[in-house]
């Protein structure tokens, strides 16, 4: 399993950006894709959650209204729009997957520890 993760970069609070994460080596109707954040100094944080096992998204409530995970149709790469973003935004953002399983639980976007497989980090950084 391999799942890379790009599109992160310097942007003005207010600004859009959208993160990507193409996943390989899994079953694209069965697992779970989360992205995950860390700031300096700061535990790592879930931020949402796509599952192709049965089609569920979830949010942590810092992001809801403002991010947006998606798949494109072949549910091999998962996009992460973050809209509005703000200077509390500024993280590396990491994907990460596991078969199966789904997001209907909040534990889904919050515990890190459920998910095997890993990306390299991406940063993001909101700055005026």
């Known amino acids: 399993v391999q799942l890379q993760a790009s599109g992160g970069g310097l942007v003005q609070p207010g600004d859009s950006l959208r993160l990507s994460c193409r996943v390989s080596?899994?079953?694209?109707?069965?697992?779970?894709v989360a992205w995950f954040r860390q700031a300096p100094g700061k535990q790592r944080e879930g931020v949402a959650c796509?599952?192709?096992?049965?089609?569920?998204?979830n949010y942590a409530e810092s992001v809801r209204h403002r991010f947006t995970i998606s798949r494109d149709n072949t549910k091999t790469v998962v996009y992460l729009q973050m809209d509005n973003l703000i200077p509390e935004d500024t993280a590396v953002y990491y994907c990460?997957?596991?078969?199966?399983?789904?997001?209907?639980?909040?534990?889904?976007?919050?515990?890190?520890?459920?998910?095997?497989?890993w990306g390299q980090g991406t940063q993001v950084t909101v700055s005026s």
């Open positions: 080596g899994m079953t694209t109707d069965g697992n779970t």
């Open positions: 796509s599952s192709s096992t049965d089609d569920t998204t």
């Open positions: 990460a997957a596991l078969g199966g399983w789904t997001c209907h639980f909040d534990d889904s976007v919050s515990k890190a520890g459920r998910y095997p497989h």
